[in-house]
């Protein structure tokens, strides 16, 4: 049962939504296509539905050609990043409407709509109009509308990113429990978005894309340590690594022209000449010994504070492990962490990452 | 301030209350009045300015021969034109509508908006440019002074209403609804008849209710289609007029002849005040 796409590709008047994508997914797996907006994403989850056609290039699913089958007799299910229900059906109906369409025998339809509605945790909504549910239960209608199906193939395409960020968090946790029992039943699980941390909280397989291109498809570990390029460096991280051009100069590290840094051990078999530097937010922090920078804005996230930081040639994003006021204009010592610098060649490809030494 | 706006808000619904429904009222009081009570200066209410009588509405039901017009036959006939006219211009339109508002027609340089545009043009001539064709081809099919015929010309004349109120509405619905609707099972027609349509309805009314004031009210089709065999409702009403115009019948007509509007609209109002497809993209 495993999906297996070829060289799909789909060009529009000037721009590619699909540029050449392969890749193989395999059942009991959740795999998180990450990018940012008009990535290809959407285009990619509706190639699989068969919603669109692709200009070239095939898709096959165990074994047998899938395009010549049409969408609605696809074993697909898919939630959209708008809350898509029947307006003129109950929450019942709604869910069994799959379940109807394919003919399903009314006790059994009982059964797994029941089945469904708790798992999304919708008791007692039954006979409610969708109109008088909120937002986040609207979504749980629609979750559960495809999880009743029992499709091999689950997409969803940014189900998180029109909800309120408590909910949210609160979704996405039952998401994953929802998931990973779904998995055990030989799905293969599609999930799209534009937040790395959900992509990193989703574990599973990650695959980066951008311009209707998959950059890097690993797992969320493996991206997060060795992200394959500055692309997908600043797909994969929020906020998005801090990238510098600077050189190598013997034992230094030049940012810029403004900032000089140690060269780290595992940048020791770089040979001198120019890069494009990276560091996370968090490999940015605020040291008395550091270098000047004025504060241009603090965003308070949680429990930390992230801090634009700027002098006359560099940008860049801090973060402190603490909650804090600063004044625009401040200026702050800031240090950079050399150990969680990374390297990336002339043309954006990673030289040398902290997590695995040079490639 | 609260007051204030209020007091303000009643008092402009009662004056606009007033500007609608005084035209009703004095359509009833005339229609009570014969000749003197017309010609004695401003009367209005019954028993007080003026002894009312039936006469007004007598001369609707009375045969020519006894000095009548007997709109029975024509009314029944306006019913029957205008609803057939209004539903096969509703069902031809929103299937043309869904088309044009989903799936991409190109011929050469004309697109959808050019089909559309094409549909409402058409209710920018002016009648009077359509007459003579009409009038060639019903000719030629037979189907002068004929109901059919009437219907036909009107579906051209409404389809076209229908058609445009509906691409506006299906553009609003969302494409995923259809999407989703594919995915859970459904082939292209039954996502339309069971998913799409269900949730046009207050579309559906909207784009009715037009056809059907457009085709109650024409006067000029129903006036050059017809001779002996087949008369509607308006051109009827103007076949009272006489040498002194008869105020009381023609008040007593115009009233008989918006109540089925009047009816059709309330009925259908709570479909006009609230769309149905509030749930389907939050």
Known sequence: ?359 | MGTFYTTLKYTAVTIWSMFVIAPFLWALSTSFKDFNSVTSGATYIPWVDFEPTLEGWRVLLRSPAQGGVNIVEPYLNSIFVTCLASFISILLGTLAAYALSRYTFKAGFIKNDDITFFFISQRIMPPVVLAIPFFIMLGKLGLLDTLLGLVMVYVVLLMPIAVWIMVDFFNKVPVEIDETALIDGCNPIQAFFKVVLPNSIPGMVVAGLFCMIFGWTDFFFAFILTFTEVQLLPVAIVSLNSSITPWWSLSAAALVSVAPLIVVAFIVERYLSKGNLSGALK
């Not at chain 1, 190639?47 to 074994?63: E, M, P, R, Y």
């Not at chain 1, 069994?96 to 709509?113: G, H, N, S, T, Y």
């Not at chain 1, 998180?160 to 779904?182: H, M, P």
């Not at chain 1, 043309?347 to 030494?357: E, V």
């Open chain 1, 1 to 359: 049962m495993t999906l297996i796409a070829s060289n799909l590709t789909t060009k529009g008047k000037e721009e590619f939504f699909l540029n050449d994508i392969s890749f193989e997914m395999s059942p009991g797996k959740i795999y998180t296509i990450i990018g940012r907006t008009l990535s290809g994403k959407t285009t990619l989850l509706k190639t699989i539905a068969g919603l669109i056609a692709q200009d070239s290039g095939t898709l096959s699913f165990n074994g047998n050609n899938f395009d010549v089958i049409p969408v609605w007799k696809r074993q697909v299910a898919m939630v959209y990043q708008q809350f898509i229900n029947y307006p003129h059906l109950n929450v019942y109906d709604n869910i069994a409407f799959p379940l109807k369409q394919r003919k399903v025998d009314l006790a059994e339809i009982k059964d797994r709509v029941k089945q469904a509605i708790e798992q999304v945790g919708l008791e007692g909504f039954e006979e409610r109009k969708i109109q008088a549910l909120s937002g986040g239960q609207q979504q749980r209608v629609a979750l559960a509308r495809s999880l009743v199906k029992n499709a091999n193939i689950l997409l969803l395409d940014e189900p998180l990113v029109n909800l309120d960020y408590k909910l949210r968090e609160q979704l996405r946790e039952e998401f994953k429990k929802i998931f990973s029992s779904k998995a055990s039943e030989e799905a293969i699980l599609i999930y799209s978005t534009t937040d790395p941390i959900e992509a990193m909280q989703l574990g599973g397989e990650v695959i980066v894309m951008d311009e209707g291109k998959i950059l890097q498809q690993g797992s969320a570990k493996e991206i997060y340590e060795n992200p394959r390029s500055t692309k997908v460096a600043e797909i994969t991280n929020d906020p998005a690594m801090n990238l510098f051009d600077g050189e190598i100069n013997g034992k230094k590290i030049t940012l810029n022209n403004e900032v000089i840094l140690n060269i780290p051990k595992h940048f020791k078999d770089l040979p001198d000449g120019k890069y494009s530097f990276g560091i996370r937010a968090s490999g940015v922090t605020l040291d008395k010994s550091g270098f000047p920078f004025q504060i241009e804005l603090a965003e308070i996230s949680g429990s930390e504070t992230f801090l634009h930081l700027n002098n006359d040639q560099i940008h860049v994003v801090g973060l402190l492990d603490a909650v804090k006021n600063f004044n625009i204009g401040e200026t702050v010592k800031v240090s950079f962490d050399i150990e969680k610098l990374y390297a990336f060649g002339s043309d954006g490809i990673l030289m040398s990452s902290p997590y695995s030494g040079t490639k």
